[in-house]
């Protein structure tokens, strides 16, 4: 931590805050320049965790020198994570797709699209059951009967299976029949979802808050870390900016940006970063491109009459055209699909 | 609902659109111009919200006519909603301000603040029992046991008493001991919470997300007055820009543009929106300028070594000429304080 | 100068930052902590300024501790500015409104405009004859002619007159005709016109870019300033951010940020930032109780038919309801109007 | 153009609205439903450009139905754009690296570069001569001067060249030396510079404006074909958000955005988009996976002295790793190369 003060900062002022510095058994180094002083501490700063600097006598602003985050930082795990999700594994050289429809409507929908999926070559299945939805008339899921669907979609098939989950009611309820847990955009904040989904045991998808920085999404997932457990996945699904030819903006260089800050494996999510069919295989494509461990994408067996993200949804002879086209670019960036 | 079709549409594009329009006892008109054609759908538009008209073949764009708020819709409630809190009506000619620390940190500490603020003027006391922090190493509020120092404060001042609600536990234990609750930004559109913070019966402070549109907003109150629950206030705390010369930049136009498409009463937090204490009231007098119906403003009796938010909590001092100078502000915009 | 080192860096580099700084006969402090070590830099940082420290081996990140701006920064020109548009001063305790049509659209126009702001208070006139235009099919300014009405208007009234310039020619135009020169938003980083600009010897009121931060602001001011031109005063207009429900978002923080940064006046434009009609006597409220040095509102005619930002200009009508109303205020917070 | 009517509005006001619709040429089509009523405009709708119908009394909103660039836009001109840089193509399946320092410092300096450039693939000299910077007290350029070593260069190599102007002087000097002109970010909305640069004669790159919505960019581009220059070239840069962790966000959509709605040719620059040189190589790589007809990317012999940009500048070496992996990528996504 570095103190920064004010033009012609007092002596006094700085002598009462190296004092207290040194009170707390850090150390602090001074360089007074010409303009401005700064005061460099040494030590355990979490031990002046209690005291607001930056409101001291003659404080002209507090710079943190180390990340916040201590569980996700690569600098003290620099190991990649591996995700295990049953017998799929996310991270460490694998191309992972993650397939399905926004929201499970029926039986019928999810069976058939999880066929599909399976077939075009998808490694997990996605369905939400508990929807957040900015208008309340809007379809809200099936919530536990979804949930039974995913379940036999993933008997019937073999692909693990992974769902939103919106509180702490849906989460007892997921744990009975999902592989893994998703932590969405809207409650990337919700740090109470976020210790209840780390208590789960079940492996974490943590999608990036709309207007959270990567160090807040990476503090986020420290939440979940902080609870024993270590299986997070990270999904950049855009950022909400002042572009509105797509519905978000797709923040590609998350994806390098985590490679150099975290150990966490991070996939990408087209769909609900452009909100438009047309652009879900170049971007996913860019995703693969730029080094990410996984897309999720949506599918419908009609996306004409979906209930929930419809206009952004892959029919399924779409998905098949993007997966044929995402492989031969998988082996050409090292990633085993 | 207008569907804006393609440049050299299809007859038959326009003509299965036709048909679905009317088959569900709506009417289409169509506009035929030299470069494009719009349908306009005039009718219940609700019949057709399970068809994504945006990809039906040669459809360029949907564009919404009316908005998808009803109850907290200004033109179907053109009066102005006045939510009490115990004695303390908000909204309708009055000017509420509501003041204390962001977090409960001691029973001394609430008690010295909640006489302080009275005092000086206050209304209401706020103080943060559950707090919703960054980093899980940051103090994370006294749960229950701030509910009573809340409850016992309340008592000793006469004054109501709101506290941020984070889970639907929290939700049960406040409605016990406090008189109002307080959904913060982060979660704005946690909207399992917005539902049972309509089904306490307590009035709700609804705070704006950090990246929500003013549309989202009111579509997030709409969450809680769906629940038979009317008494929302809003909240702007400022947004998400990349602007970081202040924490985050208070919208102040959120207040006209409110004012012209709702009846809910809005007040502003001049405290979270800078993060700077100096900043706070400078912004709570242009606040009031700008037709606010209330503040909220963070105290402290020593923001220098406040858990949470202390750069940006005022002395009890500070406090005392912030509400000096609102005073005559107040009285002539013609305001009740 | 900070430079921040990573984790476990060598000595080595270390070492061969501060030979580096010394050899430019600056000092070098380190601080040595457990995870980190910092080089605090004393002296003239300048010397260093050919050398991308931040690229060099073992180098985290290098934190800025003094401003870039230097003649625009209250730091070291604690006194106000106070800036002379013929007999009008903007700056230390006045209140001074701006006010006219977006664009110079005829003789009549300008004159009715002109003389009716002079009967409501208004201090200068403004007026377009150079208009920078989204779309190139959009009306483009009466150029020079719209400068001599401009003159005409200045010798009719006594008003001091002020035009927007978008290049070198429309500036050796304008100094023939007008009293100050506007730099738009567009330009506000277009360098070479704000250097022309610094040498015409007006005043210069330069609007803040649409996603300039405060900190770059004051840094294209310190351009204008210097060419030996000290008098600037800024002008917050809106910044680009993700909400629509107004063309722009009112900065309102801008006004104290600005006063505790700089000891230049600022001024606030609510037509531009919220694009209508509605929300400008609000936001021109908000920003005299925020402390604004001045407004600048657009005034038209008939704005039903003004060729440039009709739906945002304001009726001589509506504009003497808004000086009558920011009179008052203006006293209230101690300004003279 | 729809014109959206405020609920029960009165009939006199839409029958205003019919008539001077009508009396314009145009025919209205009106659609009423229960809660609004509608009126489609049909025919040239710039006939009633000097009307601000928004602010006409009952009028809710105005919704554009066709875009207002002409030119750039894609419905009218659906085959691509070639665009010939001496004798490179961009555009029509190639995909074209442009490469050269930030700002040309010396003759050495960019004479070696361009050799190093040449050997490692890349296809046109990119170099700054007039350089708009933050800061007056940063390296401004070498002007003419730094245009002659770019014309000895191109002699030298064979390689196009191509040179940011940022005033109508540099456009004059610059036609005599350069290939292709450049329009900053910071210039993108100088609308008399794009003419200026429109009337020169040599194709442009128009790099998008910080905070510019494609719409915004391609109305920009609309000013340089306007003057008869059809050859524009556009390029993505990064836009401005709120995350810091790296310079710009490169709205990688913007790649297929484009490429549905105008026929130029885009390319990405993934050196200013990121600021990072680490992020450089994974960006560019996602670019061309989106389908971008070219890159640029700042190279350097000596990243660390560099007068501009270094830290995100490529040393020769990490250069030709970079058009290493780039090439099969290229041929993968069946781009001549």
Chains 1, 2, 3, 4 share one sequence.
């Not at 002046?48 to 003659?58: A, C, G, H, Y």
């Not at 299945?125 to 939805?133: C, E, F, I």
């Not at 009975?176 to 932590?183: G, R, T």
């Amino acid at each position: 931590m570095i103190i920064v003060m004010k033009p012609h900062a007092k002596n006094e002022s700085i002598e009462k805050i190296v004092r207290l510095i040194e009170s707390r058994g850090c150390d602090a180094h001074i360089s007074k320049g010409k303009e401005v002083t700064i005061i460099g501490v040494v030590g355990d700063k979490s031990r002046l965790s209690d005291q607001n600097l930056e409101i001291f006598e003659d404080v002209e602003k507090i710079v943190a020198v180390t990340e916040s985050y201590k569980l996700a930082n690569k600098k003290f795990h620099p190991e990649p994570t591996l995700v295990k999700v049953k017998d799929v594994t996310i991270g460490g050289g694998n191309l992972v797709i993650i397939s399905g429809p926004c929201a499970v409507e029926s039986r019928e929908q999810l069976l058939s699209t999880a066929h599909a999926i399976k077939k075009a070559g998808a490694h997990i299945l996605r369905g939400g059951a508990y929807k957040p939805r900015t208008s309340p008339y809007a379809f809200q899921g099936l919530e536990e009967e979804g949930l039974k669907y995913m379940k036999e979609a993933s008997e019937e098939t073999g692909l693990p299976v992974i769902c939103e989950v919106t509180s702490q009611n849906a989460i007892e309820a997921a744990v009975k029949y999902v592989d893994m847990l998703q932590i969405g955009a809207r409650n990337m904040q919700n740090f109470y979802l976020l210790k209840e989904a780390g208590k789960s045991g079940l492996p974490v998808l943590l999608k990036r808050g709309l207007s959270a920085t990567i160090d807040e999404w990476l503090n986020a997932s420290e939440y979940i870390i902080a609870e024993g457990n270590p299986n997070v996945v990270l999904c950049e699904r855009g950022i909400r900016t002042f572009e509105t030819a797509t519905r978000n903006t797709l923040d590609i260089s998350a994806v390098p940006v985590i490679k150099e800050k975290s150990h966490l494996p991070i996939i990408v999510d087209p769909s609900h970063a452009s909100g438009v069919r047309a652009y879900v295989k170049p971007l996913a494509m860019s995703a693969v491109a730029a080094g990410a461990d996984g897309l999720m994408i949506e599918t419908h067996p009609n996306p004409e009459v979906a209930l929930s993200d419809g206009p952004q949804s892959l029919t399924f002879e779409q998905f098949c055209e993007l997966t044929e086209a995402v492989r031969p670019l998988a082996a050409l960036v090292g990633k085993s699909i």
